[in-house]
């Protein structure tokens, strides 16, 4: 299986985990130090999330452009092979 569905999988899934039912921020209600939003959104315009937040929209890109890349899952030692992805699973921007 590619990277980039495994990591869309595991984002999705720490984004709902909560400690002992104890209310916890979340991307898309935290407030502060971290205006940008990273917004993941399926590739058909439909359910969109708030995955992560970043002070910056610079470093909100790098993480953009890194998210989208496709890594083999066998490598060298020291190498890692990866190509830019498609945006036929889902599409992500960053936004205020």
Do not use: W
Request: net charge positive; aromatic share 6%.
């Amino acid at each position: 299986m590619r990277f980039r569905m495994f990591s869309l999988l595991l984002v999705s899934a720490v984004a709902g985990c909560g400690e002992g039912g104890k209310h916890r921020d979340k991307p898309e209600t935290a407030r502060g130090e971290t205006p940008i939003r990273y917004v993941i959104c399926s590739s058909g315009g439909g359910s969109c999330f708030v995955s992560a937040r970043f002070t910056e929209l610079d470093s909100c890109e790098r993480h953009k452009n890194r998210s989208g890349m496709l890594c083999e899952v066998k490598s060298e030692p020291g190498k890692m092979v990866c190509t830019q992805g498609d945006d036929s699973i889902a599409v992500a921007y960053c936004t205020k």
